[in-house]
């Protein structure tokens, strides 16, 4: 069984292109300077899975972790 996926956005590297949104705007907001935050406590729902390591793969400053608990 795997568990449940977590995502955060690393604010150090993230540039804010806006891809993750993009790709998974359930599971990333914009701020007002348009960098990404993981929404909520960045809690994958069931079924988001693939877009999570979706976004991670298209971050072009691989500012996206995604974490197994
Ligand atoms: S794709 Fe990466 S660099 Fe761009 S906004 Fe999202 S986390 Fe930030």
Do not use: Y
Not at 10 to 35: I, P, T, V, Y
């Amino acid at each position: 069984m795997s568990g449940k996926l977590k995502v955060r956005v690393d604010q150090e590297r993230c540039q804010g292109h806006a891809r993750c949104k993009s790709l998974a705007a359930e599971l990333f907001d914009l701020d007002e300077f348009g960098n990404a935050h993981e929404i909520g406590d960045g809690a994958v729902p069931a079924g988001l899975e693939d877009k999570a390591w979706l976004a991670k793969a298209n971050c072009p400053e691989i500012a996206i972790n995604v974490t197994e608990e």
